[in-house]
């Protein structure tokens, strides 16, 4: 009986691109993924340690509207809004 190899990791079936570090750990990004995930100057970024590996992730409108999203209803009335606002403050000042 033959079975199917499946993939667990959608990375894997992603193109590869590669980039190298500067002195100072900056890294270019693709501009093929620039575009793709609207990243443009200034655009915060967070960086996921996930053990094995290092993720980004773009802190764009819509991620943070499909966040929104997400969060309204679930916790309305817990002033989230609000608290986002904060944070996105605090971090703007770092």
Known sequence: MKTNPT??????????MTTHATAKGQIVIPVKLR?????EAGTTIRVI?????????PVTQE??????????????GYGVLEALKKDREF???L
Request: aromatic content about 10%; overall charge positive.
């Open 7 to 16: 993939v667990t990791d959608p990375a894997a079936l992603s193109p590869v």
């Open 35 to 39: 575009r793709k995930y609207h990243i």
């Open 49 to 57: 340690d996930e053990g094995d590996r290092i993720v980004l992730q």
């Open 63 to 76: 991620y943070l509207k499909k966040l929104l999203n997400s969060l309204y209803g679930k916790y309305k």
């Open 91 to 93: 971090e703007r000042n």
